[in-house]
């Protein structure tokens, strides 16, 4: 047909681009999938390598839907292999169907309230840890801080790791914040605390002294001030937006994710509770 014809005389033009008859054809529905797709799609998927973007258009059914794997591909820095999984994990309606929990707009300059709102994710997929039976607090830090390369790509392009139980001194008396990074683009360090049951509350003003410790006495003058992420089981947007009415630092709340079935997971939760 006319397609293999063009294939064959593209190829002698072209040797080395894979200019193959599926290849046309793909490039024929690439074409036809973003012509008409707003500017900050077509941005995006022109950045992308061609393997990702094939995966994109199998996978997808919406601008919206693409636009979401494609930016955070671009951002994030995605293999095809984690995009895969992104994509498995149905991590668009995820993110679709959680509100981020934050006060970056009060507590934050505007250019890095809106970088923050941004890094943040409503939900977190720590599917990778392999947890399939009930788990404590600090044998999820232990886990974490074991597979700290894939918490890193999941947390998101930027992060360095500098520890987990880092020691704050204060008033002759120790504290520990679970784990703590520093964001290059942020130039914030990032204190992170893990919670294995629902949003309390009370979490907000122990991640607010945090950071006040690590504003005092570890901060350096050139850095933006710190930022505190609290990851639950479970969260209700109300209960933290009000929690966070009257705290003057930047402090996001997020759920993650362990992907077990959520009533096997209600369940882990209740038996660590009791």
């Not at 979401?68 to 591909?73: E, I, P």
């Not at 895969?84 to 993110?95: C, D, V």
């Not at 290059?184 to 006040?212: C, H, W």
């Not at 996001?252 to 209600?266: F, I, T």
Request: glycine share 4%; proline share 3%.
């Amino acid at each position: 047909g006319v397609i293999k014809k063009l294939s064959i005389d593209l190829k002698k033009e072209f040797p080395d681009m894979g200019l193959s008859p599926r290849n046309l054809w793909d490039m024929k529905k690439f074409y036809e999938r973003y012509k008409t797709a707003n500017e900050k799609l077509r941005r995006s998927v022109a950045v992308l390598p061609w393997k990702h973007n094939l995966l994109i258009m199998s996978k997808t059914s919406s601008d919206e839907e693409a636009l979401f794997y494609a930016s955070k591909t671009v951002k994030m820095a995605w293999t095809r292999d984690v995009l895969l999984n992104y994509i498995k994990a149905k991590a668009f309606l995820q993110e679709s169907s959680l509100e981020k929990s934050h006060n970056f707009a009060a507590t934050l300059p505007e250019n890095v309230a809106n970088y923050a709102d941004e890094l943040l994710k409503s939900s977190y997929n720590l599917g990778f840890l392999g947890v399939t039976q009930t788990i404590k607090e600090r044998e999820l830090e232990k886990r974490l801080v074991e597979k700290i390369k894939h918490f890193i790509l999941e947390l998101g392009k930027g992060f360095s790791f500098i520890g987990n139980q880092y020691r704050l001194e204060y008033n002759e008396k120790e504290y520990f914040v679970d784990m703590l990074f520093f964001h290059r683009d942020l130039k914030s360090l990032v204190a992170i605390e893990l919670k294995i049951g629902e949003f309390q509350p009370e979490y907000i003003g122990k991640m607010n002294f945090y950071l006040t410790l690590l504003d005092k006495f570890e901060r350096k003058p050139e850095e933006n001030q710190p930022i505190g992420i609290i990851l639950c089981a479970d969260k209700n947007h109300l209960d933290v937006e009000i929690a966070l009415q009257d705290v003057n630092k930047p402090i996001g709340v997020a759920e993650y994710q362990l992907l077990l079935p959520k009533n096997q997971l209600e369940d882990l939760i209740k038996k660590e509770l009791e």
